[in-house]
């Protein structure tokens, strides 16, 4: 799209919602739509995008009311489009009962966001779109973190998600394709990355490598200018001790472990089709735990189809002994096309509502545990900027931690500061910090060097 020089410039308002992978085409869809003007007022903006979720029942009712609500309150003549997984899930029946939407797609065609909308139309490619090297970004949220999307799809059969059926099977990226990324990247003053997808640890696995994430780690070690990095969501059966000791062995790659269990019984790994024994899981798990330094980050599902009062204790004890840095918990979500949804043995809802509440309230004291350990600590962060708390505290994240999602420290004090010579803090830049106490969740530390 080309605007004369007479003709101001449109504005695009655009909202990802779920998990970082969407954030990632999201800013592929924003690297397409160059030409407009960012506007965080969608009531001004000419074109509204929408990036929905549809992976649990929570998400699709953020999906749907975020755009309902975003079609009261735009302008007549803008335009508005539903993309993502929610859309490619139901495209035949959101289209039929939502005509409030311009423009539907689904998850193949990211890249042609732009033609979509200068044309008008809704379109569905019967492919995933997979990002490479090539194509443009507009990162969010921060100067010097970018997330790396590693591939789309997934080859596991777990009872309860209905990823695959929409997503499809897996397709890794190249690695040639990631590194080049990096390096871009590194060019455009980036020094920290996350890498995601479904299910991490399966990378390469479709082109009959085993360890594509430990080749990932030897080449991204390799790329002067890379200062952090960790990755998110690995998979039970495929991560291996020999990938924990490549990672603990990183002079880059953090010793972040982000595995979502699901739960921890026997019974119930296998009625979830986890595709791990418990006793080898736990094998796992003690491996990450005895890295020094480390991070271990988690999620589980209480009130699956089959799960008894029993297994529930189980989880319940092995969360209060294991002592995770950070956990969440999910309410079972009743999902079509999963093999969990046609299970007879069903929890009432006000059980598993009960047993989410459990389990977060410990899930609230380990990680509460987790803040206080830090206390008296000196390491290094990242510093973001200004909080949201006060104009005078700065905002920070432990280089460890993925951003958003494991905590935010204020800086609230500066050693190296001289009023002869005063050295103004940097954002985006790493500063070694030492942690003096906890308010809330939130630690206050002091910069140090």
Same mark, same amino acid.
């Given at each position: 799209?080309?605007?004369? +020089?007479?003709?101001?410039?449109?504005?695009?308002?655009?909202?990802?919602? @779920?998990?970082?992978?969407?954030?990632?085409?999201?800013?592929?869809? !924003?690297?397409?739509?160059?030409?407009?003007?960012?506007?965080?007022?969608?009531?001004?903006?000419? %074109?509204?995008?929408?990036?929905?979720?549809?992976?649990?029942?929570?998400?699709?009712?953020?999906?749907?009311?975020?755009?309902?609500?975003?079609?009261?309150?735009?302008?007549? +003549?803008?335009?508005?489009?539903?993309? @993502?997984?929610?859309?490619? =899930? &139901?495209?035949?029946? !959101?289209?039929?009962?939502?005509?409030?939407?311009?423009?539907?797609? @689904?998850?193949?065609?990211?890249?042609?966001?732009?033609?979509?909308?200068?044309?008008?139309?809704?379109?569905?490619?019967?492919?995933?779109?997979?990002?490479?090297?090539?194509?443009? =970004? %507009?990162?969010?949220?921060?100067? &010097?973190?970018?997330?790396?999307?590693?591939?789309?799809?997934?080859?596991?059969?777990?009872?309860?998600?209905?990823?695959?059926?929409?997503?499809?099977?897996?397709?890794?990226?190249?690695?040639?394709?990631?590194?080049?990324?990096?390096?871009?990247?590194?060019?455009?003053?980036?020094?920290?990355?996350?890498?995601?997808?479904?299910?991490?640890?399966?990378?390469?696995?479709? !082109?009959?490598?085993?360890?594509?994430?430990? =080749?990932?780690?030897?080449?991204?070690?390799? *790329?002067?200018?890379?200062?952090?990095?960790?990755?998110? &969501?690995?998979?039970?059966?495929?991560?291996?001790?020999?990938?924990?000791?490549?990672?603990?062995?990183?002079?880059?790659?953090?010793?972040?472990?982000?595995?979502?269990?699901?739960?921890?019984?026997?019974?119930?790994?296998? *009625?979830?089709?986890?595709?791990?024994?418990?006793?080898?899981?736990?094998?796992?798990?003690?491996?990450?735990?005895?890295?020094?330094?480390?991070?271990?980050?988690?999620?589980?599902?209480?009130?699956?189809?089959?799960?008894?009062?029993?297994?529930?204790?189980?989880?319940?004890?092995?969360?209060?002994?294991?002592?995770?840095? =950070?956990?969440?918990?999910?309410?079972?979500?009743?999902?079509?096309?999963?093999?969990?949804?046609?299970?007879?043995?069903?929890?009432?809802?006000?059980?598993?509502?009960?047993?989410?509440?459990? /389990?977060?309230? *410990?899930?609230?004291?380990?990680?509460?545990?987790?803040?206080?350990?830090?206390?008296?600590?000196?390491?290094?962060?990242? #510093?973001? @900027?200004?909080?949201?708390?006060?104009?005078?505290? /700065?905002?920070?994240?432990?280089?460890?931690?993925?951003?958003?999602?494991?905590?935010?420290?204020? *800086?609230?004090?500066?050693?190296?500061?001289?009023?002869?010579?005063?050295?103004?803090?940097?954002?985006?830049?790493?500063?070694?910090?030492?942690?003096?106490?906890?308010?809330?969740?939130?630690? !206050?530390?002091?910069? #140090?060097?």
């Amino acid at each position: 799209m080309k605007f004369s +020089e007479n003709k101001p410039q449109k504005s695009l308002h655009l909202v990802s919602l @779920g998990c970082t992978k969407n954030l990632v085409d999201s800013e592929i869809m !924003l690297g397409k739509l160059k030409e407009y003007k960012i506007t965080n007022e969608p009531e001004t903006a000419d %074109v509204i995008i929408v990036n929905t979720c549809g992976f649990i029942d929570s998400a699709k009712e953020e999906s749907i009311n975020t755009i309902l609500t975003l079609h009261d309150d735009r302008k007549e +003549e803008s335009v508005l489009v539903m993309a @993502g997984c929610l859309s490619e =899930r &139901y495209k035949e029946e !959101l289209q039929k009962e939502l005509p409030e939407i311009d423009i539907f797609t @689904g998850v193949g065609d990211y890249d042609k966001i732009d033609k979509l909308v200068e044309e008008k139309r809704s379109f569905f490619t019967d492919e995933v779109f997979l990002l490479n090297e090539e194509n443009d =970004r %507009v990162i969010t949220g921060s100067s &010097y973190h970018a997330y790396i999307k590693l591939s789309e799809g997934c080859n596991q059969s777990c009872s309860f998600c209905a990823i695959p059926n929409f997503k499809g099977k897996l397709h890794s990226r190249t690695l040639e394709s990631l590194v080049k990324e990096v390096k871009n990247l590194v060019k455009n003053g980036y020094t920290d990355f996350s890498f995601v997808s479904q299910d991490s640890s399966s990378y390469l696995r479709d !082109l009959d490598i085993k360890d594509g994430l430990e =080749r990932l780690i030897e080449e991204v070690e390799k *790329i002067e200018g890379v200062k952090s990095a960790r990755i998110l &969501y690995l998979y039970p059966s495929t991560t291996t001790l020999s990938l924990i000791e490549k990672i603990k062995n990183s002079k880059v790659f953090e010793n972040y472990f982000d595995m979502p269990l699901q739960h921890i019984s026997s019974n119930l790994l296998k *009625i979830m089709k986890r595709g791990k024994g418990v006793e080898k899981l736990k094998e796992l798990m003690e491996a990450m735990r005895k890295v020094p330094n480390s991070f271990v980050r988690t999620t589980f599902i209480v009130g699956h189809p089959g799960e008894t009062q029993e297994d529930f204790e189980e989880l319940c004890n092995y969360v209060k002994e294991y002592k995770f840095d =950070r956990a969440n918990v999910f309410s079972y979500s009743d999902e079509e096309g999963t093999s969990a949804y046609d299970r007879v043995d069903k929890i009432e809802q006000e059980i598993i509502d009960s047993r989410a509440e459990i /389990l977060g309230e *410990i899930i609230s004291e380990t990680t509460n545990n987790s803040f206080e350990n830090e206390i008296g600590k000196e390491f290094e962060v990242y #510093i973001d @900027g200004e909080s949201e708390e006060h104009e005078y505290l /700065l905002s920070a994240r432990k280089i460890t931690w993925a951003p958003d999602i494991d905590g935010e420290i204020y *800086i609230n004090d500066n050693e190296l500061y001289d009023e002869n010579d005063p050295k103004q803090l940097e954002f985006g830049k790493i500063y070694k910090v030492k942690i003096t106490e906890l308010v809330g969740d939130k630690l !206050l530390a002091t910069v #140090i060097k």
